[in-house]
Each structure stands twice: as C-alpha cells, then as structure tokens.
DNA sequence: TAATAATTTTAGATTAGCCTAAATAAAATA
DNA sequence: TATTTTATTTAGGCTAATCTAAAATTATTA
C-alpha cells in the first residue's frame, strides 16, 4: 500500500488536474498540500518511480491509470465518510471535512464496501460531490456556477466550489443549502451582485464572490 | 497531540500493567509493538520527557495520570469502533480488530462520543471487553475462567482473554459466543479438558487450553 | 533575442522511528 | 560471593519526509 503522504499527494495532483486536463505544477502542489517545492520534487520521483505518476523533470506531473485509481479511492473514502458523519452522527456540513481527511486513509475495501451499503450507496457527499462507486466510476453532473446564470433562470443548488467552513456557514444563513430551488431575479450591474428569490419565498442579495462559488442544476 | 507511533506505545504498556500494577519491561514493550529493545528505550525517554510514563532506567515503566487517560482514550476509541463495524456494518467479532487498530487513531473527540451516542452507548465491545465511558471510567465486571469453575457450576459467557481470528472463530463453531449460558458438566482428570453444556442443549468438550480463555459470570 | 524573473531541481541538513552491535547493569547461579 | 546469563541501554546508522539555500532550467519582457 501507499503510505498516508503518498495518498495525499495523489489527492492533490487529482484536485489540481480535474477539469483541467493538463500537467500539474510543482508549485501548485506544494501549495495544495502546504510543503515547500523542493519536498514535492522529492516526492514526485518516488511517485514516478511507483509508477504512480508521469513525471518529466521542469515539465509537471499527471496521474498514470494507477495513480488515478488510487487517488479515486481515497476521495471515495473521503466522500463517504462526510455522508456517514451528516447523516448518521448529525454533524452539520461545515464540520466534516476535517475527520474525513483522517477517515479517508484508512485501508480496508471490505470497510469501504459495507459503509457504502450501510449508507444506501449516496451518490453525492454532504456538498453535493459526486461520491465513486466501488469500481472508481464517478458520476459527474453538470453544474452551473450561479454567476453564471442570466436574469429569469431558474435551477436547483446542487453544490459548491468552495469547501471552507467560513462560506458553508455562511450559505447556512443565506437558506442556500443543497436542494435549494432558486430564481435569479436581478443581476447588478454595478459590482456584479445578484438578487435572487429562495423556494419561491425569501429574496437575497449575494455578492459575484459568493455566486461563484454556489453551483446549479438547471 | 501524540503521534500514531506513541500512541501505540501507550496502549501497550497499559495492556501490559493491566491486572498486575507492575512496572512493564523494556523486552514486553518490544515484543507487543513488534520492535526491538533498543527502539523502545528510545521512544521510553520521549514518552517519559512528554510526563506520559514513569521511566526508571533499567527499572521498567509505569502510566502517568496523562499517559493513562491517553491510554484508556485510545482503548475507548478502538472498542466503540469494533462494536460499531460489527453493530452496523456486519462484520463478525473475529473481523474487527485490525481494522479497529487503524480507527483507534483518528482524532476527535466530537466524533468518538458522537458516535457513543450513535451507537447507544453500549457498555462492552464485541468481544466482552468494557468500554471506557467519555471520562475515561472502565466498568469491570467480576469474571471467571472456565478452567477455574467447579463441576455443576454455572454462567454466562462474558468475554474473552484470546482475540486472535483463529480462537473467535472456533468458539462460533463450538456454539460458544458471548452471552452463551454454560453449566459444567464434567472435569476430566486426565487432560483437564471439560464437558460443559451450552444453552441446556448442546454438550461440548473443550480443552483446558480453550477453557483458560474463556471468561464467565457466574 | 538577450536579459531578467520565476519556477524547479539539487545539495546538504534535520527529525522521528527504527535497526544492529557493543557496552553496561541487574538477576540468576554456582 | 564470584561468575555467568539475561535484560537494558548506548552508539552509530538507515529511511521517509521535510526544510533552506544554491544551482539549473524555463518563461517573460525589454
Ligand atoms: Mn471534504
Ligand atoms: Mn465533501
Ligand atoms: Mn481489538
Ligand atoms: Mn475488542
């Protein structure tokens, strides 16, 4: 098995590459998992050297199909673990995060299966991530940032870009949980901002910053 | 906090000192952390420097207040975890302590007595073992050897002191899981072994070897 | 395109946890 | 009690993961 940092750096390539496709930098994961660029340059050769990554010296770093496999592993860990401590311990979706990054290393498949069953095999985290099923495959749905919306359009907050516990709590208090209907009444011209009406019922005024990091599903 | 590698040192010693209020040695330590002698008087002086134990050299080591209240956490997080696997996710008693062994460590206090509460705060662990409750407070319950009870005596399983997958499962086939009521049917002189009748239907002999590690209420 | 800036890698150290072999202390035995 | 055996500690090294500072490479800009 791989150990604990190894697992975290795996994590991190998978984070900074999603979408994206393109090679990921050492800076950006020195960033990501708070190291300095020379560790992740050590770290990146015993990577390569497990054949975990594609490595070229001065010219980034992408997951090889193991790799990949490994890292889905770990954020199926993850995710299911966030679902577990919502749903059966009643921790609110700000708090989980934490444990979750300690849960989701530990190794055992039978574990991982059996929780997913106990669970009813969610589809989405707590923050409306799409959670792998057992054999890696991952479900994406396609979201709109709200910033994106235009005046009238209607849709479903269905997830966030943004995971810290600042901005959950504060979606918390704006009524902007996941499952959400919402309506974009106005768009401010001036900064960005947008007016917005919550289940037919309360108006809100969030900033581009905040709509940026809200995700819809029309 | 302490790190995974002390912790696992602390729970052995506490292991090691339980029932015989003793100073453990050097040489037990390394035996149950699978080390060696001089790895663990290196980890006795940080332990010892950290106020965790008492370090007399050449005299062996007891638990401080701290070390002790980190021991019985440690112990209180794996047994929770056991009874959890096998509660709720339908693993049997034989199955859960390795994986147990990782979970032990993962560090929160919110979620350990969540959980607690999750799982209704049960008493003893899928094995009998008491579980420490929130203050660190162990209920021991009076329990005998089957190797030490009398012909026509009776009790109820209660626990045992083998936790090996090999021993568990040979207690399931004989039909000798916890909360078995057992009378003692017969001692044989010749190997010790025993006759015993389970439940007031099954007669089963055992050997004064199995009979050791089984504890009963009487 | 040549100079400068930014990024990445290498060199050399550090720390935790572990090891073997040698030295020392304690316990057992003659 | 002197000797031998056993247990424990010390000495010296190793590996994984980290760091800072310096060197090398790539990217940017004048
Ligand atoms: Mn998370
Ligand atoms: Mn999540
Ligand atoms: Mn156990
Ligand atoms: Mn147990």
């Not at 994590?11 to 300095?36: C, D, F, P, R, W």
């Not at 934490?98 to 985290?125: Q, Y």
Request: charged share 25%; glycine share 6%.
């Amino acid at each position: 098995m791989h150990s604990f940092t190894e697992e975290n750096y795996l994590k991190a390539i998978y984070h900074l590459s999603e979408g994206n496709l393109m090679a990921v930098s050492t800076n950006q994961i020195a960033e990501m998992t708070n190291t300095k660029a020379a560790s992740v340059t050590d770290m990146l050769k015993k990577l390569s050297e497990k054949k975990l990554i594609n490595y070229i010296k001065y010219q980034g770093v992408t997951l090889s199909n193991s790799g990949l496999n490994a890292a889905v592993n770990i954020i199926r860990k993850h995710r299911l673990w966030e679902f577990f401590l919502v749903e059966k311990l009643g921790f609110k979706w700000d708090e989980v995060h934490d444990i979750a990054e300690e849960l989701e290393h530990i190794n055992s498949a039978t574990l991982i299966n059996r929780l997913d069953d106990f669970l009813g095999n969610p589809a989405v985290d707590p923050h409306g991530d799409p959670i792998p099923d057992r054999s890696g495959l991952i479900k994406h749905k396609k979201l709109v940032k709200v910033s994106e919306m235009k005046a009238g359009e209607q849709g479903t907050v269905s997830g966030v870009s943004e995971h810290s516990s600042v901005f959950l709590k504060l979606l918390e208090k704006l009524g902007l949980t996941l499952g959400s209907k919402i309506m974009i009444t106005e768009l401010i011209e001036f900064d960005g901002s947008i007016i917005l009406t919550i289940n037919q019922k309360t108006d809100r005024t969030i900033s581009r910053e905040v709509a940026k990091n809200i995700l819809v599903m029309l």
